[in-house]
């Protein structure tokens, strides 16, 4: 399956030659709301595992061929196979396993563009595969059935971003003040206080949690652990700071809390996820 497309966090294992895989930025219409999407084939059998770390995606995956072995926060068992699904935010590492046999397209919501896209609560989806007639009903299962008669992924593309962007069109916008809680969030690199959102939309600290955790999957406390880790990563990547320099600045206590969030989110620490970037 395709990474994450919004963070980059994952580290994939495939060598060259076994599998093929494509983004596609989506038009103007679907700005905001779907981040890329993809096209993976793998072309020869072979054990096949990617992490994927704790992000803001929430993937709606459309498979042709064999399904993924998912296991959250842990390696999958026989029991946590899925072919065409959707996907909540987890607080926490993703493992996916295949052999060879995997081919779908995978389209990369963000928390409000997917909220906007399935029309439901999007807790019914946090730390948790949801098969795509459960989500999206005989208009998923048409969907399935069009992608895989399609002559080619240009086609397919086609389809998919068409079929996105009139769900969206018809859609109801989050409620505004989520949406604003929300980009707060995003905006300070998960720093701003919980308390000071709420006293800005003058609700309680528990309406707010109530109908963010609705809308978005987690609560502003989890969604902000998300965004400081991946914005502490993203340092990682781009300079040689060291880790107290970058928990400094991105809003931990003291580097010994960097560390546990990465445990927590990424299943790793800092040093290890340094050395396989």
């Known amino acids: 399956m395709s990474a994450k497309g919004e963070d980059g966090s994952n580290h994939h294992s495939p060598g060259l030659g076994q599998f093929e895989m ?3 930025a989506p038009g103007l219409g679907l700005h ?7 096209f993976y084939r793998e072309t020869a059998p072979g054990y096949f595992r990617d992490v994927e770390y704790a992000s803001l995606t929430v993937p709606l995956v459309i498979s042709f061929a064999e399904p ?27 493992v996916i396993e295949s052999y060879g046999g995997a081919c779908c397209v995978q389209v990369n919501f963000t928390p409000l563009g997917a909220r906007r896209f399935f ?20 208009e998923g299962i048409a969907l399935r059935e069009r992608l895989g008669n399609a002559r080619d992924w240009s086609a397919r593309f086609a389809i998919v971003e068409a079929f996105v962007a009139e769900r969206l069109a018809e859609a109801r916008e989050t409620q505004a003040e989520i949406a604003w809680a929300y980009e707060r969030i995003i905006a300070s690199g998960g720093r701003i206080r919980v308390s000071s959102l709420a006293d800005r939309l003058g609700w309680s ?8 955790s ?4 987690v609560g502003p406390k989890t969604l902000s652990r998300i965004v400081r880790f991946n914005r502490a990563l993203g340092h990682s990547k781009r300079d ?8 400094a600045d991105c809003g931990y206590a003291d580097q010994a809390h960097l560390v546990r969030e990465f445990r927590d989110l990424a299943g790793e620490t800092p040093t290890t996820l340094a050395v396989q970037a």
């Open 240 to 247: 040689k700071s060291d880790w107290a320099d970058i928990a």
């Open 32 to 38: 905001g709301a779907v981040t890329d999407i993809c």
């Open 214 to 217: 609705n809308a978005i999957g």
């Open 119 to 138: 029309g439901l609560p999007m807790s019914e989806l946090t730390d948790r595969m949801v098969g795509l007639d459960d989500v999206l009903g005989l």
């Open 205 to 212: 600290r528990k309406h707010l949690l109530g109908k963010f």
């Open 68 to 94: 993924f072995s998912i296991g959250l926060g842990k390696d999958p068992s026989d029991n946590d196979r899925f072919a065409s699904f959707a996907a909540g935010l987890y607080a926490g590492p993703v």
């Open 22 to 24: 494509m983004r596609c």
